[in-house]
């Protein structure tokens, strides 16, 4: 864990951010979400193959694999801390 500490903290403050903006987390993507799903599905699998065919993956999609609950959670925490700072 402290080997990816710095990025995983750098994670944490970038989503809570947008989280707390209101923003979407993964960005906005003009496909449908039938497509949005082949994308992901095709960029889960594509490390396979890079040698015999090179596939790269520039959608915006929310299917990451993450459990986005941290985010909120994080952001609900430090609201709550900021108001409290107010008060």
Sequence with gaps: ???NARE???DMREMVAKVKAGEPLY???SLSPH?????ARQG???AL???TVPWFNFVN???????TAK???QAERELAMEADEKS
């Design 1 to 3: 864990m402290t080997e």
């Design 71 to 73: 985010y909120y959670q």
């Design 49 to 51: 193959m890079i040698a």
């Design 8 to 10: 995983v903290e750098m």
């Design 27 to 29: 960005g906005t993507s």
């Design 61 to 67: 999609h929310n299917q990451h694999g993450v459990d």
């Design 44 to 46: 889960r699998y594509s």
């Design 35 to 39: 497509m949005q799903g082949v994308a």
